[in-house]
Protein backbone atom coordinates (compact mmCIF):
# COMPACT_ATOMS: atom_id res chain seq x y z
CA UNK A 1 0.00 0.00 0.00
CA UNK A 2 2.46 2.16 0.70
CA UNK A 3 4.50 1.52 -2.45
CA UNK A 4 1.75 2.06 -4.39
CA UNK A 5 1.24 5.54 -2.54
CA UNK A 6 4.91 6.80 -3.37
CA UNK A 7 5.11 5.19 -6.87
CA UNK A 8 1.74 6.49 -7.61
CA UNK A 9 2.94 9.81 -6.33
CA UNK A 10 6.35 9.92 -8.59
CA UNK A 11 4.45 8.88 -11.97
CA UNK A 12 1.74 11.82 -11.21
CA UNK A 13 4.45 13.99 -10.78
CA UNK A 14 6.78 13.00 -13.08
CA UNK A 15 3.68 13.20 -15.62
CA UNK A 16 2.73 9.20 -15.86
CA UNK A 17 -1.13 10.76 -14.79
CA UNK A 18 -3.17 7.34 -15.82
CA UNK A 19 -0.67 4.82 -14.20
CA UNK A 20 -0.28 7.10 -11.24
CA UNK A 21 -3.62 7.77 -10.51
CA UNK A 22 -4.29 4.41 -10.63
CA UNK A 23 -1.96 3.40 -8.30
CA UNK A 24 -3.02 6.11 -6.02
CA UNK A 25 -6.35 4.95 -6.66
CA UNK A 26 -5.44 1.26 -5.53
CA UNK A 27 -4.01 2.74 -1.97
CA UNK A 28 -7.07 4.22 -1.46
CA UNK A 29 -9.31 1.24 -2.26
CA UNK A 30 -7.33 -0.73 0.12
CA UNK A 31 -7.30 1.81 3.11
CA UNK A 32 -11.02 2.40 2.28
CA UNK A 33 -11.14 -1.63 3.21
CA UNK A 34 -9.24 -1.36 6.32
CA UNK A 35 -11.26 2.03 7.58
CA UNK A 36 -14.72 1.04 6.81
CA UNK A 37 -17.18 -1.55 8.17
CA UNK A 38 -15.70 -3.62 5.11
CA UNK A 39 -12.78 -4.29 7.60
CA UNK A 40 -13.13 -7.45 9.01
CA UNK A 41 -11.58 -9.32 12.06
CA UNK A 42 -10.78 -12.44 9.95
CA UNK A 43 -7.34 -12.10 8.13
CA UNK A 44 -8.30 -14.04 4.69
CA UNK A 45 -11.77 -11.90 4.37
CA UNK A 46 -9.59 -8.43 5.19
CA UNK A 47 -6.63 -9.77 2.54
CA UNK A 48 -9.95 -10.90 -0.23
CA UNK A 49 -11.88 -7.18 0.61
CA UNK A 50 -8.22 -5.52 0.22
CA UNK A 51 -7.50 -6.97 -3.16
CA UNK A 52 -10.67 -6.86 -4.53
CA UNK A 53 -11.34 -2.63 -3.36
CA UNK A 54 -7.43 -1.69 -4.32
CA UNK A 55 -8.07 -3.12 -8.12
CA UNK A 56 -12.13 -1.23 -8.21
CA UNK A 57 -9.52 1.87 -6.72
CA UNK A 58 -6.59 0.76 -9.80
CA UNK A 59 -9.47 0.23 -12.67
CA UNK A 60 -11.70 3.68 -11.27
CA UNK A 61 -8.70 5.98 -10.91
CA UNK A 62 -7.12 4.55 -13.95
CA UNK A 63 -9.67 5.44 -16.29
CA UNK A 64 -10.22 8.81 -14.63
CA UNK A 65 -6.49 9.72 -14.96
CA UNK A 66 -6.60 8.87 -18.39
CA UNK A 67 -9.66 10.62 -19.27
CA UNK A 68 -7.26 13.99 -18.24
CA UNK A 69 -4.74 12.70 -19.50
CA UNK A 70 -6.86 12.70 -23.16
CA UNK A 71 -7.74 16.41 -22.28
CA UNK A 72 -4.08 18.12 -22.09
CA UNK A 73 -2.16 15.77 -24.44
CA UNK A 74 -1.97 18.20 -27.14
CA UNK A 75 1.02 20.00 -25.41
CA UNK A 76 4.14 18.50 -25.55
CA UNK A 77 5.53 19.76 -22.36
CA UNK A 78 2.96 18.51 -19.86
CA UNK A 79 4.04 14.70 -21.55
CA UNK A 80 7.30 12.72 -20.87
CA UNK A 81 8.52 11.24 -23.81
CA UNK A 82 6.85 8.01 -25.29
CA UNK A 83 9.79 5.88 -24.91
CA UNK A 84 10.16 6.40 -21.42
CA UNK A 85 6.78 5.44 -21.14
CA UNK A 86 7.21 2.18 -23.30
CA UNK A 87 9.97 1.53 -20.97
CA UNK A 88 7.64 1.90 -17.64
CA UNK A 89 4.70 -0.62 -19.55
CA UNK A 90 8.17 -2.94 -20.06
CA UNK A 91 9.29 -2.68 -16.59
CA UNK A 92 5.98 -3.43 -15.40
CA UNK A 93 5.30 -6.01 -17.59
CA UNK A 94 8.33 -7.89 -16.49
CA UNK A 95 8.13 -7.13 -13.26
CA UNK A 96 4.70 -7.36 -11.96
CA UNK A 97 4.60 -11.16 -13.07
CA UNK A 98 7.59 -11.78 -11.00
CA UNK A 99 6.03 -10.20 -8.15
CA UNK A 100 3.31 -11.93 -8.29
CA UNK A 101 5.20 -15.35 -8.52
CA UNK A 102 7.08 -14.48 -5.53
CA UNK A 103 3.89 -13.76 -3.46
CA UNK A 104 2.59 -17.14 -4.69
CA UNK A 105 5.97 -19.24 -3.75
CA UNK A 106 5.48 -17.28 -0.25
CA UNK A 107 2.10 -17.97 0.21
CA UNK A 108 2.40 -21.51 -0.85
CA UNK A 109 4.66 -22.09 2.44
CA UNK A 110 3.33 -22.44 5.75
CA UNK A 111 4.23 -21.21 8.84
CA UNK A 112 3.66 -21.86 12.89
CA UNK A 113 0.28 -19.94 13.83
CA UNK A 114 1.38 -19.05 17.48
CA UNK A 115 5.55 -17.58 16.03
CA UNK A 116 4.64 -17.07 12.46
CA UNK A 117 8.13 -18.70 11.81
CA UNK A 118 8.13 -20.95 8.54
CA UNK A 119 7.71 -24.62 9.60
CA UNK A 120 7.89 -27.96 7.36
CA UNK A 121 5.05 -28.64 5.29
CA UNK A 122 3.97 -31.97 6.90
CA UNK A 123 4.25 -30.67 10.28
CA UNK A 124 1.16 -29.27 12.86
CA UNK A 125 -0.59 -26.58 13.10
CA UNK A 126 1.22 -24.44 10.32
CA UNK A 127 -0.66 -22.27 7.67
CA UNK A 128 -0.25 -19.81 4.65
CA UNK A 129 2.74 -17.58 5.18
CA UNK A 130 0.45 -15.38 3.39
CA UNK A 131 -2.96 -15.79 4.38
CA UNK A 132 -5.52 -14.60 1.85
CA UNK A 133 -3.23 -15.21 -0.88
CA UNK A 134 -3.25 -18.36 -1.45
CA UNK A 135 -6.93 -18.46 -3.37
CA UNK A 136 -6.09 -18.69 -7.12
CA UNK A 137 -8.65 -15.86 -7.96
CA UNK A 138 -6.20 -13.64 -5.99
CA UNK A 139 -3.49 -13.81 -8.62
CA UNK A 140 -5.54 -13.33 -11.46
CA UNK A 141 -6.74 -10.08 -10.00
CA UNK A 142 -3.48 -9.60 -9.32
CA UNK A 143 -2.45 -10.54 -13.30
CA UNK A 144 -5.39 -8.05 -14.38
CA UNK A 145 -4.10 -5.06 -12.28
CA UNK A 146 -0.33 -5.92 -14.12
CA UNK A 147 -1.78 -5.90 -17.03
CA UNK A 148 -3.99 -2.56 -16.85
CA UNK A 149 -1.02 -0.51 -15.63
CA UNK A 150 1.01 -1.57 -18.85
CA UNK A 151 -2.52 -0.78 -21.09
CA UNK A 152 -2.39 2.88 -19.37
CA UNK A 153 1.38 3.58 -20.28
CA UNK A 154 1.26 2.21 -23.90
CA UNK A 155 -1.98 4.23 -24.22
CA UNK A 156 -0.42 7.21 -22.86
CA UNK A 157 3.09 6.98 -24.91
CA UNK A 158 0.68 6.93 -28.21
CA UNK A 159 -1.39 9.86 -26.77
CA UNK A 160 2.26 11.47 -26.40
CA UNK A 161 3.65 10.33 -29.56
CA UNK A 162 1.04 11.75 -31.45
CA UNK A 163 1.30 14.82 -29.86
CA UNK A 164 5.00 14.98 -30.57
CA UNK A 165 4.18 14.62 -34.55
CA UNK A 166 1.69 17.34 -34.54
CA UNK A 167 3.67 19.59 -32.40
CA UNK A 168 6.48 18.82 -34.57
CA UNK A 169 5.10 20.24 -37.91
CA UNK A 170 6.28 23.82 -37.97
CA UNK A 171 7.45 26.15 -40.96
CA UNK A 172 8.98 24.65 -43.82
CA UNK A 173 12.05 25.76 -45.85
CA UNK A 174 11.70 28.20 -47.65
CA UNK A 175 11.28 26.91 -51.78
CA UNK A 176 12.99 28.26 -55.20
CA UNK A 177 10.28 29.65 -56.96
CA UNK A 178 12.00 29.55 -61.02
CA UNK A 179 11.80 33.07 -62.37
CA UNK A 180 11.49 34.92 -59.39
CA UNK A 181 14.37 36.38 -56.95
CA UNK A 182 13.43 35.45 -53.86
CA UNK A 183 12.63 31.74 -52.37
CA UNK A 184 8.63 31.78 -52.29
CA UNK A 185 7.19 31.67 -48.38
CA UNK A 186 5.14 28.42 -46.82
CA UNK A 187 2.12 28.25 -46.46
CA UNK A 188 2.31 28.12 -43.11
CA UNK A 189 4.24 30.85 -42.70
CA UNK A 190 1.83 32.97 -44.71
CA UNK A 191 -1.06 31.45 -42.62
CA UNK A 192 0.86 32.09 -39.45
CA UNK A 193 0.91 36.08 -39.31
CA UNK A 194 3.55 37.11 -42.42
CA UNK A 195 2.89 39.00 -45.53
CA UNK A 196 3.80 37.81 -48.74
CA UNK A 197 6.97 38.80 -50.29
CA UNK A 198 6.72 41.11 -52.65
CA UNK A 199 6.42 40.90 -56.33
CA UNK A 200 9.60 41.10 -57.93
CA UNK A 201 9.44 42.53 -61.37
CA UNK A 202 11.31 40.73 -64.10
CA UNK A 203 13.17 42.11 -66.27
CA UNK A 204 12.80 41.78 -69.93
CA UNK A 205 15.68 39.34 -71.87
Known amino acids: MLGCLLVGWLLLVGGARAAGAALLGSA ?16 ESLVH ?29 LNPPARALIA ?21 QKCS ?44 AALSSGAETRTSIGPSAPRY ?8 RSIWGLLGGGTPPPQVPKHPS
Do not use: K, Y
Open 113 to 156: ITTGLRIAENAPLGESCFRGFEDPWVFALLGFNTAFLVFLFVLQ
Open 88 to 108: LALATAVGGPLVILRIHAEAA
Open 177 to 184: VPGSDRPA
Open 49 to 77: NAVMGASVGLVVFGLAGLAVEAAVSFDRF
Open 28 to 43: AGALLVFFTPLHSGHL
